[in-house]
């Protein structure tokens, strides 16, 4: 039961919460409502396989460098806790199982299955050569709507509007508050040699662009809204979730990181959440 514990702390299970209502909300807009219950099902499946392969590779493959951050430096791979090979067999069965289930979902899903899962591994490399990983692991996140969509449908027909605002508010409210989280080590980066926008601006302009992208996620949340003929439900929690970015961005200060674990776990996941529920039952009650 332990090593089972220590394997979830690995990869963060619980933070399956910020990808998968996005998702969520993917597979509603392009079923106009709740989707059957077992593409629902492997919809579910696809997202917390991708994010646990994902999670346990960028683990995997920044072992030392954690091993060198004090801040990281407890981790279960650097401290011992959990053996290399354990981990490199935990990236290839979730590999595996998001495959699998997408090809459970359609024939389109399924072979798209192979570069999403190359984008969602490759993120964890960007830092190493380019500033921009922060853009890259938005990216990754944005593809969740996206397959939704594709899981549900089966291809890319019908109007996209709506759900190509909803990827766009998914990669810039992922970029936004990975910059936020970044900033803890820009000092650190810079001595190691790795990119990121705190180490190469400065935690000032970090978050200041943090800032910046998190107006545009309002903006293209609003644009969801707008083209799915969405009403009030989702208005008030689209105002919510504003709300929510709000909060985090007075939680942080260019002199004052003491509250980041507050900033991006707990009120980032709270944003998913709120924007699902308003979605779900604006279409359910509402009819848009």
């Known amino acids: 039961m332990k090593r089972t514990l220590d394997y979830l702390r690995l990869v963060k299970f619980s933070h399956s919460i910020f990808a998968l209502p996005f ?3 993917g597979a509603w ?3 106009g409502g709740m989707p059957a219950f077992d593409v629902l099902l492997w919809i579910v499946v696809c997202a917390v396989a991708a994010r646990t392969a994902a999670m346990a590779f960028n683990r995997l493959v920044d072992r030392e460098i954690d091993a060198r951050n004090p801040r990281t430096s407890a981790r279960e791979l650097p401290a011992g806790v959990l053996p290399v090979r354990g981990a490199t067999g935990l990236v290839l069965a979730s590999s595996a199982a998001f495959c699998l289930a997408a090809f459970q979902l359609n024939p389109l899903a399924g072979w798209l299955s192979f570069p999403v899962l190359a984008l969602v591994l490759g993120y964890s490399l960007v830092k190493r ?3 921009l990983a922060h853009a890259a692991l938005g990216l990754a996140l944005a593809l969740a709507p996206l397959g939704a969509w594709v899981a549900v449908r089966g291809n890319i ?3 996209l509007s709506a759900i190509l605002a909803l990827a766009l508010a998914v990669c810039c409210w992922v970029g936004g508050f990975d910059l ?3 900033c ?5 980066d810079r001595a190691e040699g790795l990119h990121s926008v705190p180490a190469r601006f400065g935690v000032r302009n970090a978050l200041r662009i943090s800032s910046v992208l998190h107006v545009v996620t309002v903006t293209a949340l609003a644009l969801v809204g707008w083209s799915a003929g969405l009403g009030w439900i989702y208005g008030i929690a689209l105002v919510g979730a504003a709300g ?6 007075r939680l942080v200060r260019p ?4 509250r980041v674990n507050m900033a991006f776990f707990t009120i980032n996941g709270w944003v998913g959440v709120a924007l699902f529920l308003g979605l779900a039952l604006d279409m359910q009650l509402l009819g848009g």
């Open 244 to 249: 929510l970015l709000i909060w985090e961005h």
């Open 184 to 188: 803890q080590d820009a000092e650190f």
């Open 29 to 31: 807009l392009a079923a």
């Open 157 to 159: 027909d019908g109007s």
């Open 180 to 182: 936020i989280y970044a």
């Open 23 to 25: 998702a969520l909300q």
């Open 255 to 258: 002199d004052d990181l003491s």
């Open 129 to 131: 050569f380019s500033f």
